[in-house]
């Protein structure tokens, strides 16, 4: 028997969360899809497969203050650090974003842990809805992860009929159903979309012997350094910090940063160590295939395909890794 | 105040010095005098200064924790950040977070000769080295600095050449890229000094720090004269953002500057994937 949740108790449940705290949700908003806070459950796209933008603005917003700093004349600055006060439940969540936050806890949450990111994740409900269709860059199962997988969730809905089959499956998603009347039903749940699988197993060992392979300049002659494979990714959490003032206000704003800017790595005095294109996007797959899983253990990658979506000239993820793969076996051939 | 890792503490400029003419040596007191207590630091780690409004970027600790609570930063004038500390006058309010990183083992060097090698502002991570040396000779074995600049000018910590050349074992060579009437000593690359001079690599070490093509080709020297790669210190320098391990931007392959470094043997970096 499986607990079951009608449409009808969804929307009710959903929007009684929308009037005690923060309800965030995907939602079309200048054409793309995207998690936002929304105000009822009938603004949410409930018809979509996966977002066009991650789950990660929630807890790592493109830009945020981190502090302010009021200061008269060159007085004793006050600095007043920004805080989180918002309880929220995060509905819609699919199982590739919630893998991403996973990750996303290994930096951020490593002591010290970053008091935005910490206060959001305990304040957060975590609601996912699994995946009714693969889209065709999805690769999750690939990735550590499956359409309909629980993991890092507090609840997982799976969509069955005229309702969803739920599963509470931490003690914080249950206590967020509060008294929502659940029925208990013998649910045929529907089959598991099979994404196309991408060979990324062994891609860490790959990696250590490809990196001066050729192929990562040639790969990087069409990069326009756009930077979206970055914003759209839930697992790239590079920033930058810097200072806005105005009329005496001084704010500390954290905001997105890609690996692919041209500055990225370059030095006040001008000296750049990682300043060519080639060099660039090599990182970008180096820190997914091998410097994060060396630093945390797993792959900072979970088959969303997002990047794969947006990248404006075609540069695929799930192709860099079979070129990987080849120019390994090169270098297997030449050195014997 | 709440404390969060990304909040500076504050401080103010007790005195701002020229040491060339484009490097100041900054001195900053800690505000709170828990905070000055607690802050306790070795040679080769680094702090991130803020001038509140321009923004933040990390800089060498140019100070001994022994020595007292008043930090000192040697600050040459490259962006933005560093002209406005640059700018400061005494009293002026400036943040501080840290301090960040692995430092030099000085513990290991006792009884061991050690090769100082600076290029310009190279020498600031050095400076508590040769502090540390200095008022511990006898623990220590012979000592060669050597340390180069572009002009006579812009030799850094010129007002401490005395005090490091008449210590007991202390050797100072000294050279300029270029040539002046007002200068009788060397106008020669560091590299060139290093060949000449042959230091030893028996019992020794040598700790470098300058611009990368200065280390590149000191490195060919010293490989020359058979130093093993666990026996040359650096620090590597790089653009960072929080200090925290979290911001992703100070990576060479997979180590991490801000917590992995910035000291580093070239035996170790030799294992780098990515070469800076």
Known sequence: ?336 | METTPFVPHLATVAAITDLTIDVKLIRLELEDAGVREAFKYQPGQFAFLSALGVGEAPFGLASVSYKGDELEFAIRRVGTVSDALCEMEPGAWVGVRGPFGNFFPMEDYRGKNIVIIGGGIGMSPLRPVIQTILDHRKEYGDILIIHGARSRQDLVFAAEFDTWAQAPATRLELTVDRGEDAWSGRVDLIPTVVRELKPSPENAVVIICGPPIMIKFVLVELESLQFAHDQIFTTLESKMKCGLGKCARCNVGEKYVCQDGPVFTLAQISTFLEQF
């Open chain 1, 1 to 336: 028997m499986t607990e079951f949740l009608s449409k009808e108790g969804l929307f009710t449940w959903l929007r009684q969360i929308a009037g005690e705290r923060k309800l965030i949700a995907p939602v079309r908003m200048w054409g793309i899809t995207l998690f936002r806070p929304v105000g009822s459950p009938e603004d949410i796209a409930l018809d979509i497969d996966n977002t066009d933008l991650s789950a990660k603005d929630w807890f790592f917003p493109p830009s945020e203050a981190l502090f302010t700093v009021e200061q008269q004349g060159g007085g004793r600055p006050l600095i007043t650090p920004a805080t989180e006060d918002r309880e929220a439940v995060l509905f819609g969540l699919r199982p590739c974003d919630a893998l991403a936050i996973s990750h996303f806890d290994l930096p951020f949450l490593a002591e010290p842990a970053d008091p935005l990111y910490r206060e959001r994740r305990e304040k957060t409900v975590l609601v996912g809805v699994a995946c009714a269709r693969a889209r065709p860059e999805c690769f999750c199962t690939s990735a550590g992860t499956a359409p309909n997988d629980p993991s890092h969730m507090d609840i997982l809905l799976t969509e069955a009929g005229d309702g969803y089959a739920l599963q509470a499956v931490t003690e914080k998603g249950r206590q967020a159903l509060g008294d929502t009347p659940l029925e208990s039903r013998d649910i045929q749940l529907p089959p598991t979309p099979q994404p196309d699988p991408v060979p990324l197993a062994g891609i860490n060992d790959i990696a250590r012997q490809v990196f001066d392979a050729p192929y990562w300049d040639r790969l990087a002659d069409r990069c326009i350094h756009c930077n979206l494979c970055a914003y759209v990714c839930p697992d790239c959490y590079c920033f930058d910090i810097r200072d806005y003032s105005a009329k005496g206000k001084i704010e500390r704003v954290r905001c997105w940063e890609s690996c692919q800017s041209a500055g990225f790595t370059r030095l006040a005095g001008g000296h750049d160590p990682r300043s060519t294109k080639g060099a660039r996007l090599r990182q970008r797959f180096y820190h997914k295939f091998l410097y994060f899983p060396e630093q945390f253990g797993p792959t900072a990658c979970t088959g969303c395909g997002r990047c794969v979506r947006a990248c404006p000239v075609n540069i695929d993820i799930r192709e860099v890794a079979a070129e990987m793969q080849k120019a390994a076996e090169q270098v297997a051939l030449e050195t014997g």
